[in-house]
Structure formats: C-alpha cells, structure tokens
C-alpha cells in the first residue's frame, strides 16, 4: 500500500510515520503541505492519504478535493485536533476520520477500514462538480459519460455534473465497472441500458433505464460493440 501524510508540524508528521512503520507500513510519502502533496500525487498514484486539516494555505479539506480530482479512486483519512470538520470530511469521500492525540489501535482500526471498504464497493468514487456543488458518485450512479474538451460531463440522476479528467482517462477508470467507449465522445453504462437499435450507417441508438436520453454511437463504435456482443 503506497501512503501519503501531510501535516504542516513536523513532529505530529514523525509521529505518523513510525506508528505507520510500526503496523508494518513502508511505503510512505511525507508532506509539510498542501504543494508538496500535489507534486507527489504527480509522480506517484497512492492508495491512502492522511491530511491534517488545519494547515496555513490551502487547508486538508481542500486538498482533499483536489486529490481526488486527480487520483479518484485515492482513499482519505482526515486527522485533526478538532471534531467539528467530520461532516465535511465525510463529503469529500472520507474513509476515515481521526481525532488527534489518536492511538496506534485507532490507526490501525482506520486503515482495516480503508481494506473492507475497497474489497466491498471498488473503493472508487468519482468526485464531480455542478457551480459550487459538490457530488461523490458511485459507478453505478453514472448512465453515460459525454467528453468535453479536457474534462468529462457524468450524467446521473442529478443531473450533469463536470468531472476533471479527459475521457481516455475515465475510461480507463470505468472499465471494470462494464463501461463501454461507443464514441469518441461517449461511455456507456452497460448496467444502465434499456435498449438500443441499429440506425443510420449501421450505427447504434442506447435508451437508459429511468431517464429519457438516447446516446448515438459512432461507425467504428457500433462495429466495436456488435464483435464484443456478437449482435
């Protein structure tokens, strides 16, 4: 498991680190701050992080938001000296929320929690925005996937939201989940779909489940679909 932990006080971060080093933990990446926690989720793709809320600049929360922009499916666990932010922490998609002094049981009983988590649901939650709302989707809440220049538009019960990440990038994400590229500019949930018929050029129109929208594949991409279903 590749660990991040970030906390503007050094001696809180040396703490963290031996208790991690002491449950066995050796892959660990420190950082004093919210910069130095973005280069490193640059060069390295983390499975956990730690952020200390309370830090000068950009604080653990917001930084908590854009790491998931940028790794979604990246478990956080908030630590702080304080319980009021628990709320909050649990929007972003917190797995787990510790108050400091924590003891090693604690940190311990908090990353079995980021295990039984991903082994359950995936672990992966995408981490969209619509003007100044935030939403936290499951695979499962997505019909489709429409590309928008270097981001993604979700399309969900809510509605359409914009989600950070070119679609060669979701699609990568998604696949598991029995998402399928059937354009350039489309991903489908299989999960999702109604039905669909052949139209023009040999092309496919998708229905979805519980939502009026039809999707349109392209050519290449209905004779894509037809070899992977034989249809």
Do not use: C, W
């Amino acid at each position: 498991m590749k660990i991040l932990i970030v906390d503007d006080e050094a001696l809180a971060l040396s703490r963290l680190r031996r208790m991690l080093e002491a449950l066995g933990h050796r892959n660990i990446t420190e950082a004093h701050n919210a910069d130095e926690a973005l280069s490193a989720a640059e060069k390295t793709r983390f499975n956990l992080a730690f952020l200390d809320i309370n830090m000068p600049g950009t604080d653990g929360l917001e930084l908590g938001f854009d790491l998931r922009y940028a790794q979604p499916d990246l478990a956080i666990i908030f630590q702080t000296a304080y319980d009021t932010h628990a709320l909050k922490a649990f929007e972003i998609g917190a797995v787990g929320y510790l108050v400091k002094p924590f003891s090693k049981e604690q940190l311990s009983a908090a990353i079995e929690r980021v295990r039984t988590t991903t082994d359950a649901a995936g672990g992966l939650r995408l981490l969209s925005k619509s003007g100044e709302r935030h939403f936290l989707h499951s695979p499962s809440d997505i019909y489709y996937v429409k590309a928008d220049l270097t981001e993604v538009i979700l399309r969900t019960d809510e509605g359409f939201t914009y989600f950070n990440h070119k679609i060669s990038e979701v699609e990568t994400l998604l696949e598991p989940y029995e998402f399928v590229r059937v354009h350039r500019s489309y991903l489908i949930n299989l999960n999702a779909v109604k039905s669909f018929e052949t139209i023009e050029q040999s092309k496919l129109r998708f229905s979805f489940n519980d939502i009026g929208d039809t999707i349109d594949s392209s050519k290449d991409g209905a004779k894509l679909f037809r070899q992977r279903f034989s249809v």
